[in-house]
């Protein structure tokens, strides 16, 4: 059963010539209408995240200042990021997207949610918007969750670093957050040396890939590194920051997966989970609208146990080298984290969030 929230942000949110636009939407919606799920889709409507919801990981002046440029007609709050009058409106409906599916997974005790919600999120940090998202909304539903107990995973397979999500939870030990993502590539962070803050040693973990990585590539980084500190850590959610945007098709990255590929890895995050009714999708990047369509339908209807997909998986592209390599750069990282607090010293730790953004943009 797919339990769908939304969808927020088909009709509003509009900055017009963009790649961040409302068509993305009607895509998803349309990969899941490919699929005729009948009676195991179920549709629920999200209500606008609270700002209690919001403060959890925002500050209460971002919030403020953001509500305001709306009201007076927006504008840009960088070069990549529009605000329209409708967009304060939209991103807490967006953010809301997935409480609702986590209530209603709670409430059914099966399925799947799917936070079919835009403006994205996951670039959005503490006290600012940027790389399209304005407001975090795998990281209001992962506070939401933590606030009652529960420990969150959330995996991150957008090809560009969740840099927002790794701020927000960078000294959080209850929340585990892994992602995959194209290096080097617009916002410039997610080394492997990022590891976490030193109340959290661990908790972070980056696994950057060249340009032309395959689809067996980010399996390899999800089975090899991901796995393992999945398995120490045991997740009560599993969240998915689920872009489309590492298609060989999408313009604004260089990775070579196909839907597929997606279909695959979704297999091996549904793994991740303690049972059922515990996974939830958010939608994050991806710009072809063709490559959105099918990844969607090929990544749902894996999680919902159907093995079809319009492509083939992709093999032999670069980076399985450096996916290997990426646990002992981890290892070094953390060691070097414990023996600067064992030390009294933690100025300038290097597992910081390194990297100014670079001057790349995603468009």
Do not use: K
Not at 105 to 118: D, M, N, P, T
Not at 121 to 137: K, S, Y
Not at 265 to 286: C, D, K, S
């Amino acid at each position: 059963m797919l339990i769908m929230a939304g969808p927020v942000g088909e009709t509003v949110h509009d900055g017009g010539p963009h790649p961040e636009r409302p068509a993305r939407i009607t895509a998803v919606l349309q990969g899941i209408g490919d699929l005729r799920l009948g009676t195991d889709l179920v549709t629920v409507d999200p209500l606008p995240a609270s700002r209690a919801d919001l403060a959890r990981v925002h500050s209460e002046r971002y919030l403020d200042e953001l509500e305001a440029f709306a009201q007076r007609g927006g504008g840009s709050l960088d070069p990549d990021t529009y605000v329209t009058p409708s967009s304060w409106d939209a991103a807490c409906d967006a953010a809301g997207a997935g409480l609702a599916a986590v209530h209603a997974l709670r409430e059914r005790g099966e399925g799947v949610g799917f936070a079919v919600a835009r403006p994205p999120g996951h670039h959005a940090e503490r006290g600012r918007g940027m790389g399209f998202c304005l407001v975090n909304n795998v990281a209001v539903t992962a506070a939401s969750l933590l606030a009652e107990g529960e420990r969150v995973l959330v995996v991150d397979w957008d090809v560009h670093h969740g840099n927002g999500t790794q701020e927000i939870f960078w000294d959080e030990p209850d929340l585990l957050y892994v992602s995959t993502h194209q290096w080097p590539l617009y916002p410039g962070t997610g080394r492997p040396q990022e590891v976490g803050g030193e109340g959290a040693i661990g908790s972070t973990v980056n696994v950057p890939v060249p340009p032309g990585a395959t689809g067996d590539v980010l399996r390899l980084a999800l089975d090899e590194v991901a796995a393992p500190a999945v398995g120490a850590f045991r997740p009560d959610w599993v969240l998915v920051s689920c872009g489309f945007d590492a298609h060989r098709a999408d313009p604004l990255a260089e990775l070579a997966l196909s839907s597929a590929d997606f279909a695959d890895l979704a297999r091996a995050v549904a793994e991740f989970a303690p049972g059922p009714g515990r996974t939830v999708l958010f939608l994050e990047g991806g710009y072809d609208m063709t490559a959105v369509r099918r990844s969607t339908a090929a990544t749902v209807a894996a999680l919902l146990g159907d093995l079809a997909s319009p492509e083939q998986p992709t093999f032999g592209g670069p980076g399985a080298d450096a996916v290997r390599a990426v646990a002992g750069l981890r290892e070094r990282a953390m060691a070097e984290v414990h023996d600067r607090t064992d030390g009294g010293s933690l100025d300038a730790p290097v597992t910081g969030p390194a990297g100014a953004p670079s001057e790349r943009r995603p468009w």
